[in-house]
């Protein structure tokens, strides 16, 4: 699902792709990635972020992605490894960059 996924985004014109497991996030006394989606006990949390030109570039590579016919049968939700309602996203303006 992520190669697929990772192609799709790459083609329209994202420049990275990354999705990655937790492997370090305990629950937090008052908010936490855990806490955040509400991970049930066989559950791990995944993290995932794409990198655009700009703000203009990424909406548009979104655009195109979400149209894109290679996704569709991954957007029904009973073929979905994962529960979108819980899905956290947005959009970040790049401030350091080392």
Known sequence: MARKACKVWKDHG???YHECIADDVSWGKRT???RS??????EV??????????????D????KVMKDK????M???K???????RMIFGGFKMVVSL
């Open 14 to 16: 994202a420049l990275e």
């Open 32 to 34: 936490s990635f855990p």
């Open 37 to 42: 989606v509400k991970l049930k006990g066989s």
């Open 45 to 58: 949390v995944w993290f995932s972020w794409i990198v655009y030109k700009s703000r203009k570039d990424r």
């Open 60 to 63: 548009r590579v979104m655009g």
């Open 70 to 73: 290679r996704l569709a049968s």
């Open 75 to 77: 957007m029904d939700p």
């Open 79 to 85: 073929k979905m490894p994962f529960d979108a309602k």
